[in-house]
């Protein structure tokens, strides 16, 4: 049975019944978890979100009324007083459903298609406050939409300027943050504990004043420092 005063308490806005069904269906019988809340379409989900006050929103993109980029923008977006953690989830692989979700505020985006364990671990990935981008956004998109923001290589910007408050270890878990590794995996490639991998994220986010590692992958684009293959 699910404990409410540890639980994760989840909110799934999806317009589809049967697929918002299976949803909570999932997300309910985790020992975990605790669907507290159902959305069916954009307002619904802001104003949902507004009375139960979720841990994480489970959110899709394509829905009725307020589309979910429109409703993450005005849960977790800049203006934002008490910004939500919000997974959205779709079956859209396209650049601009990705650019528009993490710049509207997202912590962490999957596909539809994705199986279960990976639905499951992602929600409690983002209540964790890690954050989570599948590796293929990741690897394959997100430094497509990050170069509309500034040039990969721009010269002495202000975004680069900011890292120079990292130790070179730190600036080194930056990078391999930015190629969309997760801690586990960053911990192997450097040979270190998974607890100090942890706490240079957490370092990293304090002195860059970053949300999440979502916001810390876009920084590391917009100072061209990422993707770049440069880890010195």
Not at 28 to 42: I, N
Not at 127 to 133: I, K
Not at 173 to 198: P, Y
Request: charged share 25%; aromatic share 4%.
């Amino acid at each position: 049975m699910t404990d409410p005063h540890t639980a994760i308490r989840v909110l799934v806005c999806e317009d589809q019944a049967l697929v918002r069904a299976g949803f909570v269906t999932i997300l309910s019988a985790q020992p975990d978890m605790e669907v507290v809340g159902e959305a069916e379409d954009g307002r619904a989900a802001v104003r949902r979100a507004e009375e139960l006050n979720p841990d994480v929103v489970v959110m899709d993109i394509r829905m009725p009324r307020l589309d979910g980029i429109e409703a993450t923008r005005r849960l977790a977006g800049p203006d934002s007083t008490s910004p939500m953690k919000i997974l959205v989830v779709t079956t859209f692989n396209v650049d601009e459903y990705v650019y528009d979700a993490l710049r509207a505020g997202a912590s962490g985006f999957i596909l539809k298609d994705a199986p279960p364990p990976e639905l499951i671990n992602a929600v409690r990935t983002v209540a964790r406050g890690e954050s989570l981008l599948a590796p293929v956004v990741t690897r394959t998109l997100i430094g497509r939409f990050a170069e509309h923001l500034s040039p990969a290589k721009a010269p002495a910007s202000p975004e680069r300027d900011r890292l120079e408050v990292l130790t070179p270890r730190e600036y080194e878990v930056l990078l391999l943050i930015s190629e969309g590794m997760s801690n586990a995996e960053i911990a192997a490639e450097l040979v270190i504990g998974h607890e100090t991998v942890k706490t240079y994220v957490s370092r990293i986010l304090t002195k860059l004043n970053l949300r999440d590692r979502v916001q810390a992958v876009v920084l590391a684009y917009r100072a061209g420092v990422a993707g770049n293959g440069d880890r010195t």
